[in-house]
């Protein structure tokens, strides 16, 4: 794939994305955002199988790999604890049976 087709493909997968996104209504966003966690675990996935495949040889390749390991599971556990704190604003501070 040349660089015009990649470019090509970013531009469009990025419009498209911005224009589904901003059509979710708010209370939606809380559920999509545990749905896109699950995307960064993909990306974790993938990095560190391209860090595998990365020659022992050249530190670049294994720096590079490295760093997209690093920042995949960053994502993925900083996704899982943006969502947890959104979820703890929905709960109820009273306790069960009507006691406070």
Do not use: C, W
């Not at 900083?78 to 069960?96: C, I, N, Q």
Request: charged letters at 15%; aromatic letters at 8%.
């Amino acid at each position: 794939m040349d660089g015009i087709t990649a470019l090509y493909v970013f531009m469009l997968a990025a419009f498209t994305g911005y224009e589904v996104i901003s059509r979710v209504p708010v209370i939606l966003h809380t559920p999509l955002m545990s749905g896109s966690n699950f995307v960064h675990g993909v990306v974790l996935v993938g990095a560190m199988v391209v860090l595998g495949h990365a020659d022992p040889e050249d530190p670049v390749q294994l720096a590079i790999g490295f760093v997209a390991v690093f920042l995949g599971a960053a994502n993925a556990a900083g996704g899982y604890v943006v969502t947890e704190r959104m979820l703890a604003m929905f709960k109820s501070d009273r306790k069960p049976g009507g006691a406070k």
